[in-house]
């Protein structure tokens, strides 16, 4: 991928600016882990940062990914020595981690892992009184909805940005998921129940493969391994740890568990949502300011 394709991407949605202002493009690259059947928990990874951070990012990382031969980057397979991966030691998959987790330190702004506990989704959300107009949330729309409200509360708050006056979100997950439909319908519905001066804040939503957006392979790479640590996953015993990836980690990448609070309440204002829909006919009216 040339270096300065993510730059395009980024910039691609967006007009110029008026004379005199400058938007802050920040972009959010989402990837999920263990949302196969019989999983007990599923994981949705985000990284947060803007266009400079994400150019900075492929122009570090293209020269790691070429040293190693790797042209489209799994965890899974990385960790089962498939595809790219074939026939590579162990010392040597932990070599390309903890280089790519340096540059993933050095270059992006904040990133945070949902983690949703499926039998918690399944009593508390999914049980129990069924909305009879709108949809109930797939697990990855659960953890969507957190992972973009945590984007975009980076947008707001995040002190690199929180001083601009011109910024918007764009979002961008892994086409081909089962999941990608509903997606759309909360990431039109999050835009469209802003008030109406704050929907230029949130901009595009990507679909695109990881062959062709490098940047979604750390969001990959943070959701399978924040599913693991928390499945108390088994591995291989390492004596000699690579030290560059501990060392240069910032403080800046959190985890957001979804609580049976959150759910029941994501579930009574769907149901109230519901309820004022069969009553009325429509949803209740956008907020104007």
């Not at 031969?69 to 790219?84: C, E, I, P």
């Not at 959300?125 to 992972?147: E, I, N, Q, W």
Request: hydrophobic content about 40%; proline content about 5%.
């Amino acid at each position: 991928m040339p270096i300065n394709s993510l730059g395009r991407l980024a910039l691609a949605p967006f007009q110029r600016p008026a004379l005199g202002t400058q938007l802050v493009i920040i972009t959010a690259y989402m990837d999920e882990s263990g949302t196969h059947a019989g999983s007990p928990l599923s994981v949705m990874s985000v990284f947060v940062g803007n266009v400079r951070q994400w150019v900075n990012f492929e122009k570090k990382a293209n020269p790691l990914f070429r040293k190693f031969g790797v042209q489209t980057f799994h965890a899974k397979k990385l960790r089962a020595g498939h595809a790219d991966f074939d026939g590579w030691t162990l010392n040597k998959k932990l070599s390309f981690v903890d280089r790519l987790g340096e540059i993933v330190n050095t270059t992006l702004a904040v990133g945070c892992s949902t983690v949703l506990s499926n039998y918690d989704y399944e009593k508390y959300y999914l049980s129990g009184h069924k909305p009879k107009k709108l949809p109930l949330d797939t697990a990855y729309g659960v953890m969507f909805r957190a992972s973009l409200s945590f984007a975009s509360h980076a947008l707001l708050e995040w002190p690199e940005w929180k001083k601009e006056k011109k910024r918007t979100l764009n979002v961008v997950l892994e086409s081909g998921s089962d999941n990608s439909g509903d997606v759309r319908r909360l990431f039109n519905l999050f835009k469209g129940d802003l008030p109406e001066a704050n929907r230029e804040l949130i901009g595009s939503l990507s679909l695109m493969n990881k062959h062709e957006c490098m940047p979604l392979a750390v969001a990959d790479m943070l959701a399978y391994s924040v599913y693991r640590l928390e499945t108390n996953a088994p591995g291989p015993e390492i004596k000699n740890v690579p030290k560059r990836n501990d060392a240069s980690y910032r403080g800046n990448f959190y985890r957001l568990p979804v609580t049976v609070e959150n759910l029941v309440e994501m579930k009574n204002n769907l149901l109230d949502e519901d309820r004022r829909i069969l009553e009325f006919g429509k949803r209740r009216p956008k907020a104007s300011s």
